[in-house]
């Protein structure tokens, strides 16, 4: 029974008050909380607290965080970059698990404290980037709670043997059955998102599908998804992540689809690329679809961008919606904490008594501050246990 | 009489050198150079070596970097923020000495050493934003070069005696003539566009626009620069900052309109906001015309976003206009060096001979990555002059 006191911090940038963490959950806050004797004591120094961000869309196991620059050559389409990646796997030198425990760690230091990451899975590599990824989370355990989307990047109906490969994830211990683009991809959408929904079935799991497809070509997809979403009734159990045609369809159908949406909870994941159509964000908020943020890929053959930093995510989120307000930014932080912890389907989460003691003290007056600025983390804590200290990770 | 040598530094990423810095300019690159006596060595330990960044579109007058944090509550549209920001002025507590020279001073810490920066005039502050600009390029003289642009933020024909003001302003010494929206805030395009190049060819100064009309409206705005620009053959003498218009009319209409552009050597400066429709940047180049980058305002009335730190911003250039390839991120870091200085006319600009001794050291393997990963600035030199290490400013 280990009990820790942080005095003299800020949640969400209001009062200052101490927090008692008792095990792994929070269990006090107020102001002028009496330490229980033989208590850890830690101090804030009037710093901003927050709940430990959450990642809810990436791809630890394709990250090159930690080696060597990689030297992006590759073709304009999806397509280009789905098969070099096929190509660049082939040599060998690609280590998943040494790779993602490296990324996973980084996320740790910048306050991460619960995430959803997709593994590829295909003919060629088997479940080799699950079982890498799984081996991440064992090591983190009870530092970065981690879910696994079993995810057939390089499509499920037009690659036989696909589906049974995501099958034996989703019994080994994956925890949401991933999707890719039914038409653009796989070219036989009712196929795919049948056997998305079978596999979803069986196992009991939610479903989390990529959807970059443009337009009315996503539109019809997304009209598939939720066709099935209905009858099965599957409220609350399926994520679009990107969801680009909602930014791109006319207004009158996009607004029908996110009726829809609402009713049966489908929510969106979105990384908010500058280049892109995206769902927009203040119209998926008013018509009730939870929309919640991700890095997507961080540092591989993909795209050299993006930071292992929520905050950095919440910024981006916030510039490609244009949302300047310090309202309009606690928005932006909800992306990444609770609307993600929502979307991911994570327990006990916020700052509350009774919520898992995952913990961000910040360097920033304010929550749009720390979503503008990098601002430095004082101290992680995790299940109630500190896990970072100035950004240097003690694990 | 002083000489630098600097050892050990890789010029783009290229193969490791040593620079010889001789009073204010650059007087050798190569490897293995020698030290003339009393030189002082600075090791670079194969820090990345790019020429000083430039900033070529900012406002350092509004900022309130260095102070508490601004709670933005502001209504959604440009006029709305150009009235919240002169209310916000009559209180009078606004110091645009000491907030500008407070940022200037960071984005030398990060690297800048040249900058163009729009100082408002209107007929309610009259000269005091940039007379206080002004009061901070002399402090920093030496450290920074800066270009200050008379910019009529709130209109010049919709009010009278902005262009007297305008006037007073070059003949104190501003350097470039500003101008906005002659349809959209001065409800009046020609009489605007008119006043620009008048005090223009009356100063022998450059004309620097913003352009934020969206489509049409915008497009009719250039249409009019760029009759003007011809009939008075002020080729390489006009930039026109932002350029939204030619992220939104139709390709026959932009191609058209940046055949003229690059024929007449007429600029673009952009920020790349992701919310905004922008000119795209890889048809931009392929037409001939100079792209390059600026933060826009740092942390101001308008908006809590952007760093002083062009790397930075070219990060946002190469996210909005989807580079991913590092030849790509190549044509980003121009938009912050040397097409800056080309946009700007800086002079004696770049890594070579007889070019000033602007120099930034990075923690970076590779431009991409320097790009990508904000990286430590080790060393900063202006001038021939050790200004920054480590971040850390030291003047």
């Given at each position: 029974m280990t009990d820790l006191v942080i005095r003299d911090v800020r949640p969400f940038g209001g009062d200052a008050?101490?927090?008692?963490?008792?095990?792994?959950?929070?269990?006090?806050?107020?102001?002028?909380?009496?330490?229980?004797?033989?208590?850890?004591?830690?101090h804030g120094h009037?710093?901003?607290?927050?709940?430990?961000?959450?990642?809810?869309?990436?791809h630890l196991d394709k990250t090159l965080w930690g080696g060597s620059w990689y030297r992006n050559e590759i073709g304009p389409t999806r397509?280009?970059?789905?098969?070099?990646?096929?190509?660049?796997?082939?040599?060998?030198?690609?280590?998943?698990?040494?790779?993602?425990?490296?990324?996973?760690?980084?996320y740790i230091a910048h306050g991460t404290t619960r995430m959803r990451t997709h593994a590829d899975i295909d003919t060629e590599i088997g479940l080799r980037h699950v079982h890498a990824t799984m081996r991440t989370r064992e090591t983190l355990a009870g530092a970065i709670e981690m879910q696994i989307v079993a995810f057939p990047q390089s499509g499920l109906?037009?690659?036989?043997?696909?589906?049974?490969?995501?099958?034996?994830?989703?019994?080994?211990?994956?925890?949401?059955?991933?999707?890719?683009?039914?038409?653009?991809?796989?070219?036989?959408?009712?196929r795919q998102v049948d056997a998305l929904f079978r596999l979803a079935e069986r196992h009991g799991k939610p479903i989390d599908i990529h959807l970059h497809e443009p337009g009315e070509m996503g539109a019809f997809s997304l009209d598939l998804i939720l066709e099935r979403t209905a009858a099965l009734s599957m409220r609350g159990m399926v994520t679009i992540s990107h969801g680009f045609c909602l930014g791109s369809i006319a207004d009158a159908e996009r607004d029908a689809l996110l009726a829809r949406m609402a009713l049966w909870d489908v929510r969106i994941a979105t990384t908010a690329p500058a280049s892109s159509p995206v769902p927009p964000f203040r119209v998926c908020r008013a018509a009730?679809?939870?929309?919640?943020?991700?890095?997507?890929g961080v540092r591989d053959t993909w795209t050299p961008y993006a930071k292992p930093d929520m905050l950095d995510r919440a910024m981006h989120i916030g510039l490609?919606?244009?949302?300047?307000?310090?309202?309009?930014?606690?928005?932006?932080?909800?992306?990444?904490?609770?609307?993600?912890?929502?979307?991911?389907?994570?327990?006990?989460?916020?700052l509350a008594v009774g919520c898992r003691a995952d913990l961000v003290l910040l360097e920033a007056e304010t929550v749009a501050e720390a979503i503008v600025s990098a601002p430095r983390r004082r101290l992680v804590v995790s299940a109630g246990k500190v896990t970072a200290r100035d950004g240097v990770l003690l694990l």
């Open positions: 008050v101490d927090v008692l963490v008792h095990d792994d959950l929070i269990a006090g806050i107020a102001a002028g909380l009496n330490a229980p004797p033989g208590a850890a004591i830690e009037n710093a901003l607290l927050l709940p430990g961000l959450v990642e809810g869309h990436t397509n280009d970059r789905i098969e070099n990646e096929r190509a660049f796997r082939r040599d060998g030198s690609h280590d998943a698990a040494t790779r993602s425990l490296a990324l996973a760690r980084a109906a037009c690659r036989p043997g696909t589906e049974d490969l995501m099958d034996a994830a989703l019994r080994e211990g994956a925890d949401a059955v991933g999707g890719i683009d039914p038409c653009a991809v796989d070219r036989d959408p009712v009730g679809v939870t929309v919640y943020g991700g890095n997507d490609r919606n244009a949302l300047r307000r310090d309202d309009e930014l606690d928005w932006a932080l909800e992306c990444v904490t609770s609307a993600a912890a929502v979307g991911c389907g994570f327990e006990r989460y916020g």
